[in-house]
């Protein structure tokens, strides 16, 4: 029987100060920065503009992701366009819907300086916005206050919905439930002794917390705890010390460790190149074709995903099909969230009937059942996303291959 997820207080009493300080020093940028802007002007400027919008007028919502990336590092833009085109078919309160897209360069001054900016267009009702924790949450503070609200596709750290706002939301699982079901799996795997290293980030830092957590309560070993520095290159203390050619003593089953997805597979290659062959385990992030690139070096690597391609379901079959013949390509998990997020967000504002971004936002709130294409969800009040699952892939022959876990 699987374990009831646990108060979020259990898990972070190791990092208690170190979040609480996260969120003051974020409060504090931002505090010049609120000030140098009327948000609650703003806010009330969209509240009468949407309310009195002229028919057929289109729908805005900014979609800000690190779009810099490569092409064919993920398909999210793909997924957001193809949500869009099926929802313009239709119309939306019978109206069409246009997307700005922007990019956030993974910078935090950045994400703020695109908060500005849409706070201050008041045709912006909603954005689906950041996959990296550092940047949503100050962001985050810009959208509640001038009235626009805002869902994360990939944000999984629990203190993105912990400071109780009531536009902000995501449609993932929390990192509560992404390292309960990790240390879940490590335990069916029979992995008795277990490396546990992180990155020092709040992303990083919040996941692998539950999972040292869960691995103990579950009776497993961790032999040895380690921590790296974001953009890390050698990695040569924890190689060191892991490397059986160099460390003749060491004995451990597998490897988890939490970080980006520039940072985790240069990690892994290193260590493959110094004879660590032990399975690694990682989080959803890593859910990603960057950690292909490292070629063999990838192999018997273990992540969570939120995306089953494999699922038994005529929905899904069909959203495969369609957007196969669309982009030429397969759906990836990104893909998936991006039109699951926008078709989120479609659902609430036909349920509320309204452009009102505070309407939307309450009916975000009390959102029951959502039908995506990957199964049902709900939200809660806190913006927080329930009942979706987490799967799990495995590395072989340098492809992604579902894992069964009995």
Request: glycine share 4%; aromatic share 12%.
């Amino acid at each position: 029987m699987e374990k009831k997820n646990k108060p979020i207080k259990h898990y972070f009493k190791n990092t208690f100060i170190f979040i609480i300080l996260t969120i003051i020093i974020l409060f504090s940028i931002d505090k010049l920065f609120l000030q140098s802007i009327n948000l609650k002007l703003l806010k009330e400027q969209r509240v009468n503009y949407l309310s009195t919008l002229k028919d057929k007028e289109p729908i805005y919502v900014g979609v800000v992701w690190p779009f810099h990336l490569k092409e064919g590092d993920n398909y999210f833009k793909e997924g957001i366009l193809f949500a869009v085109k099926s929802l313009n078919a239709q119309k939306l309160l019978g109206r069409e819907i246009k997307v700005i897209f922007k990019d956030d360069k993974w910078k935090i001054k950045q994400a703020k300086k695109i908060a500005n900016k849409f706070a201050n267009n008041k045709k912006i009702v909603a954005v689906i916005a950041h996959d990296d924790i550092d940047l949503a949450v100050p962001a985050s503070i810009t959208y509640e206050y001038s009235g626009i609200v805002m869902i994360s596709p990939a944000v999984s750290s629990p203190i993105f919905t912990k400071i109780n706002f009531d536009y902000v939301f995501r449609n993932t699982p929390s990192d509560i439930e992404i390292g309960q079901k990790l240390a879940m799996m490590a335990d069916i795997m029979n992995f008795k002794k277990i490396v546990v290293i992180n990155a020092r980030d709040i992303y990083a830092q919040s996941l692998s917390e539950v999972f040292r957590q869960e691995v103990l309560e579950r009776n497993l070993e961790i032999i040895y705890d380690s921590r790296f520095n974001k953009g890390e290159k050698n990695f040569l203390k924890i190689i060191n010390t892991l490397s059986p050619l160099i460390n003749h003593n060491i004995d451990y089953d597998a490897i988890f460790v939490a970080g980006n997805e520039t940072d985790v597979p240069i990690l892994i290659k290193k260590a493959r190149e110094n004879g660590i062959y032990a399975p690694f385990i990682t989080g959803d992030v890593l859910d990603s074709p960057a950690l292909l690139k490292i070629g063999e070096a990838a192999n018997n690597t273990i992540v969570a995903t939120i995306y089953n391609a494999e699922l038994i379901s005529s929905t899904l079959q069909n959203f495969k099909h369609d957007f196969h013949k669309e982009y030429k390509v397969l759906p990836d998990t990104w893909a998936v969230q991006g039109y699951d997020a926008m078709m989120l967000l479609a659902e609430a504002i036909k349920r509320a009937n309204t452009l009102h971004p505070a309407i939307i936002a309450n009916q975000l709130q009390y959102m029951s059942n959502f039908k995506s294409i990957t199964g049902s969800y709900s939200l809660t009040p806190k913006g927080d996303t329930l009942n979706k699952e987490v799967y799990f892939k495995v590395i072989k022959n340098q492809k992604f291959e579902y894992l069964t876990i009995e």
